[in-house]
């Protein structure tokens, strides 16, 4: 089995898409105007899809701007210079850059619809065997 991506259900397709391209400096792939796709780098996919796609799957099965338990979570190099370059752009940021117990200094915030994003930097970069615990932002 191969984790492939993450989507967000939106009302806002357009909107968020353009809030996703400029936090994380990727270009979204659009599949339609109700559908895109942004991939890192890493090879990891954030899928941005609207409410008009949710019936496809299964009736009322997400609602967009509901996310209370999900934390979408980016690597960075530097998360002290990502704060300065999103001050002014994010209207809602859950914490500055804080170094947490486990090692990583960690920037939270909500995208427009509300979902909690970190954006993170390991003090002391892991190895390849302990990245993936150190992603607890």
Request: charged letters at 20%; hydrophobic letters at 45%.
């Amino acid at each position: 089995m191969d984790f492939v991506s993450i989507r967000i259900i939106t009302g806002d397709v357009a909107r968020l898409v353009a809030f996703y391209e400029r936090a994380t400096g990727a270009r979204a792939a659009w599949a339609t105007e109700n559908f895109a796709e942004l991939r890192t780098a890493g090879g990891a996919t954030l899928a941005i899809a609207g409410t008009r796609t949710v019936p496809l799957f299964a009736p009322g099965s997400a609602r967009p701007a509901d996310n209370h338990s999900v934390i979408t979570e980016f690597l960075v190099d530097d998360v002290d210079r990502v704060y300065e370059n999103l001050t002014g752009f994010v209207t809602d940021f859950v914490n500055e850059p804080t170094t947490m117990p486990w090692g990583n200094r960690s920037l939270l915030f909500r995208d427009p619809d509300g979902n909690l994003v970190n954006f993170f930097t390991p003090v002391n970069r892991p190895s390849a065997g302990a990245s993936a615990g150190a992603s607890a932002g």
